[in-house]
């Protein structure tokens, strides 16, 4: 363990003999951090993985340069089939040490196989077209959808959980039980896999809390037969045996045995017909939904494209009327009332109209007057405006809800084009919601805009880890 402020190997003093620095709190950091870590390795070799990355987390938060439990978060984010926050945390690794470093290596084998991350890629798109299907309650579709997730991606640990759900929506609980038996291979501590197990032994009566139900107890078959089956043919007496009766014998027990057969496998071969019939009937009724599902998604993609020409249509009719110049007109018209208002403006409100107003219209079509009071009454909100969409953005980032942080720090960044950090959030974004050609773009342009700043120089790191894709 290195000292914080000099470098120099510390001892066991809580000082630091060169420096004289106090390292006696800094120490139980590093050991806190390396404990967690410890803690998390032993759970991920048991593959209770959620329960690791909860401890990895928190090893992170002690000390963010602890490159080895950044590297093993990533390993176990590769496991559950999340490459995308497998490839940051080792980017984020390579940063904080550049040299000897594993996730060099990790990133290396990714970036060599690029027909690997195309798969990663699709499945990824596909994943979210999935949710969007779930929120719209297409959920065929989504099962349609989610399977071949899952057949590009066979580790996907989210598109196995989805598939169960929608297993369990259905009420197919054999189906059900498979997919999350999967789940539970791959992790054995996820809550909400184990919570879906628990619903569905309920509902097929797996659940190892009820008492077993009393089996009867059955007569011995011989007992049976002698008792209820039909009656034993008497034997010969002693000196009256002949071939003729040896032969009658055999062929009666070589009847009574295939009598005795046919009534103990009839209810077996029932069974078994019964279950041929189920299972035909299962895959045409999976047949005929899949049908229906493709037949739904087509009658949808006819209706978006009728109405995408709809719209071309009216935006036409309305361009050769002049409608279009006259919006334009009346967004700006209405921006500047409230500007005129003083101390009493929203400049929200202003930023609404602005935002209405087509940027291609002001460039190349709009008159000098109205490009001068564009820019005076933009600029006048502009920093104002810009830091609420930044906050607002940098906010749903943190919440995860990264399209509408994409959205807000678009308009950060429209407002105030200088604000690299919005453009760097923006980026990670798009990374984050899969969009992988738009990252790219916006971390070219942190490049371009500010060179020769360490945010330009992590934005070509997470452009090297991206690769082609």
């Known amino acids: 363990m290195q000292c914080y402020k000099c470098g120099v190997e510390l001892s066991e003093k809580d000082f630091c003999t060169a420096c004289g620095a106090d390292v006696a709190r800094y120490k139980k950091i590093i050991y806190t951090s390396n404990r967690l870590y410890n803690q998390g390795l032993e759970k991920a070799k048991v593959r209770d993985l959620t329960g690791a990355i909860n401890d990895l987390r928190q090893s992170l938060k002690f000390n963010k340069l602890n490159t080895q439990a ?124 184990n919570r879906y197990y628990k619903e569905i032994s309920e509902a097929l009566g797996l659940d190892d809390n009820k008492p077993a139900k009393k089996v009867q107890q059955t007569a011995p078959v011989d007992d049976y037969w002698l008792n209820q089956g039909p009656p034993l043919a008497a034997l010969p007496e002693p000196g009256n045996s002949s071939i003729l009766s040896t032969i009658v014998y055999i062929l009666l027990g070589l009847v009574v045995g295939l009598a005795i057969g046919w009534f103990l496998l009839g209810p077996i071969r029932v069974r078994m017909n019964k279950a041929g019939v189920e299972e035909e009937m299962a895959q045409v009724r999976d047949q005929l939904s899949a ?66 107003i087509d940027p291609e219209y002001v460039m190349n079509e709009a008159s000098e007057a109205y490009v001068s009071l564009y820019n005076t009454v933009k600029g006048t909100v502009g920093n ?86």
């Open 70 to 193: 950044r590297n093993l978060l990533g390993l176990i984010y590769y496991e559950l089939g999340d490459v995308v926050e497998a490839l940051t945390e080792w980017v984020i690794s390579k940063n904080y040490q550049d040299s000897k470093n594993l996730a060099t290596d990790y990133i290396g084998m990714m970036q060599a196989n690029q027909a690997s991350l195309e798969v990663i890629n699709q499945a990824i798109v596909k994943y979210n077209q999935t949710l969007n299907y779930c929120h719209q309650n297409s959920l065929d579709m989504a099962k349609i959808q989610v399977k071949k997730v899952i057949k590009l991606n066979p580790k996907f640990y989210k598109g196995h959980l989805l598939l169960t759900l929608l297993y369990l929506h259905d009420q197919e609980y054999n189906k059900a039980l498979k997919e999350v038996e999967i789940c539970r291979k791959i992790d054995t501590g996820n809550l909400i896999a």
């Open 291 to 356: 049908k229906s599902a493709e037949l739904e998604e087509l009658t949808q993609t006819n209706d978006s494209l009728n109405a995408e020409i709809n719209n071309l249509n009216a935006l036409v009719a309305e361009y050769e009327q002049g409608a279009g110049t006259n919006e334009a007109v009346n967004n700006l018209m209405y921006a500047a009332i409230e500007y005129s208002k003083g101390e009493a403006r929203d400049p929200m409100v202003i930023a609404d109209y602005i935002g209405k």
């Open 384 to 469: 104002t405006v810009a830091t609420n969409y930044y906050n607002t953005g940098m906010e749903a980032y943190r919440n995860a809800d990264y399209p509408t942080a994409i959205e807000n720090l678009n308009n950060a960044i429209f407002y105030d084009p200088s604000n690299s950090e919005a453009l760097y959030a923006l980026a990670v974004c798009y990374v984050e919601n899969g969009d992988v050609v738009k990252a790219k773009e916006c971390f070219t342009q942190v490049i371009a805009l500010f060179p020769d700043t360490e945010r330009a120089a992590k934005a070509q790191n997470y452009i090297d880890s991206l690769g082609d894709i």
